[in-house]
């Protein structure tokens, strides 16, 4: 659609130049009737030096050439104007068409973004959880493995005891040698 768009704006641009130059055109052959006036209006063809009803027939001619050609020049203008008010319009609907659509891309890209943080945030709480869980259980490992170490040592001291024990009891129930 903006391509024709586009190509539409293009031809009408080149409408326009060409108008103007068929205004140009108009201008000029306004221009020799007018010179033809005046040429006619200094013309004296009688004996006593006045116009003719032949000359002055002429000059009325070309009066009126001259006013229809003013009125082809002034329904060019407005033809130009009425092509350069559709060419704006087009300008227009074009740049509207353009914010519409940049307006709607934008539009989907925050949905997209925003759609993509909560699913990141989401990401995030099940992270945080999981770090939580996995905090709990290093703590809970952590005291079990202060617990079997306080146990083993307890143990070892029981042993060390129970061994102590055991060779002064040795000691004692062996009749000494002499």
């Known amino acids: 659609?903006?391509?024709?768009?586009?190509?539409?704006?293009?031809f009408s641009t080149v409408n326009i130049a060409a108008a103007q130059t068929h205004l140009d055109?108009?201008?000029?052959e306004r221009k020799g009737l007018y010179t033809e006036y005046a040429a006619l209006k200094e013309k004296k063809s009688t004996f006593w030096g006045a116009q003719?009803?032949?000359?002055?027939?002429?000059?009325?001619?070309?009066?009126?050439?001259?006013?229809?050609k003013d009125d082809e020049i002034v329904r060019e203008v407005n033809?130009?104007?009425?092509?350069?008010?559709?060419?704006?319009?087009?300008?227009s609907?074009?740049?509207?068409?353009?914010?519409?659509i940049k307006n709607r891309n934008y539009t989907d890209r925050i949905f997209d973004l925003n759609t993509q943080v909560a699913s990141l945030n989401s990401q995030n709480k099940k992270l945080v959880d999981e770090n939580e869980s996995l905090k709990k259980k290093a703590s809970n490992i952590r005291s079990d493995k202060r617990l079997l170490e306080k146990v083993l040592f307890?143990?070892?001291?029981?042993?060390?005891?129970?061994?102590i024990y055991i060779r002064r009891l040795n000691k004692k129930t062996k009749p000494k040698r002499s």
Do not use: P, W
């Open 154 to 163: 307890v143990g070892f001291l029981i042993i060390a005891g129970l061994i």
């Open 1 to 10: 659609m903006i391509r024709f768009l586009i190509v539409l704006l293009f």
């Open 52 to 68: 003719s009803k032949k000359d002055l027939r002429n000059i009325i001619e070309n009066l009126k050439a001259i006013i229809r």
């Open 25 to 28: 055109t108009l201008l000029q």
């Open 79 to 91: 033809h130009s104007h009425e092509e350069k008010h559709l060419q704006i319009k087009q300008e």
């Open 93 to 100: 609907v074009l740049r509207q068409t353009d914010y519409t």
